[in-house]
């Protein structure tokens, strides 16, 4: 019974090493030859929420997927082991294997120094999350994560998730709604609205208002703009070159009335200085004397009186 019994076990360890050897085969070809493909590792340390993200998740640099999520861990289990639970981070710690030639740590240093980082993104409404790796312009409103370990993989530094960024940022605004004083806010806007009216529309007594203002506005610019009508001006333009023509009449009228009564007194300062000269030489001629011409204006007079003399 022994006998016939060996060949059928022999035919049936064959039929399984084959079997075997057509499911490596099969996995080497749908698996696009990644056992013998050239790859590196790398970490990066979460301090949010990683649901939805999975070992075997792809990880994309700008959308394009250069490796896959290994393992996903907590800092406490494995660098953390011997301080006490209450000093742990409890970072999340992702494991990634990168495809392609393997990168130094030096290089991977200067790639985060020109700010490289992974975050944690979502493949839209499946709740299927990946690694995405990527350049970002700035890195001044995230900090490294600091650690106090020796990593086993070169580490690249994390971003937020941007829907915990989302989140956070409603949640503080909504702190900050409830921190707002809304009665107060509620009257200085009451009280602002009143001053505004008031400003516009006056307050009846000594405030005529903007727009009374504005209407006494209007209607001198109307007076202006009649002053300034091609008629009005000249009127005004004729009256003033007869008030230009009296005033040089008056002022030619003044000057030659000056000149006579300057030359009158020109001529009774010689008469009173000849007088003067009489009475000090000869002051009896003045009693026993014919008595002394007249004294006329200097329009020819003298002459008449000398030739009576």
Request: aromatic share 8%; proline share 4%; net charge neutral.
């Amino acid at each position: 019974m022994s006998n016939n019994a060996n060949p059928n076990y022999f035919r049936l360890g064959a039929f399984v090493l084959a079997a075997i050897g057509v499911l490596i085969a099969v996995i080497l070809i749908f698996g696009g030859g990644k056992f013998f493909q050239k790859s590196f590792m790398v970490e990066t340390y979460i301090k949010q929420s990683v649901t939805g993200l999975d070992a075997g998740a792809a990880v994309r640099f700008r959308g394009v997927k250069i490796g896959q999520v290994t393992s996903i861990g907590l800092s406490g289990d494995i660098y953390e082991r011997d301080l006490p639970f209450h000093e742990r981070r409890q970072y999340v710690v992702v494991r990634m294997q990168i495809f392609g030639d393997k990168v130094n740590a030096e290089q991977i240093s200067e790639f985060v120094k020109n700010h490289l980082r992974a975050r944690v993104k979502s493949m839209g409404i499946t709740g299927v999350n990946y690694i995405e790796f990527d350049f970002v312009s700035s890195t001044a409103d995230t900090q490294i994560l600091p650690f106090s370990w020796t990593p086993e993989y070169p580490v690249i530094p994390s971003m937020p998730n941007q829907a915990d960024e989302i989140i956070s940022g409603i949640q503080k605004l909504i702190g900050a709604l409830n921190d707002i004083n809304i009665d107060g806010t509620q009257k200085k806007l009451d009280a602002l609205l009143g001053n505004l009216n008031v400003l516009m529309a006056g307050n009846g007594k000594d405030n005529e208002g903007v727009i009374e203002s504005v209407k006494q506005l209007n209607v001198i610019m109307a007076r202006i703009a009649k002053a300034t009508d091609k008629e009005e001006i000249g009127v005004l333009m004729r009256e003033l070159a007869a008030a230009t023509t009296s005033l040089r009449q008056t002022i030619t009228s003044v000057q030659g009335d000056t000149v006579l009564t300057m030359e009158n007194i020109k001529q009774a300062s010689e008469n009173l200085n000849e007088f003067s000269r009489i009475a000090s030489q000869s002051p009896s001629s003045l009693i026993w004397s014919d008595p002394p011409q007249k004294i006329t204006p200097p329009n020819g007079a003298a002459g008449q009186s000398g030739a009576k003399k």
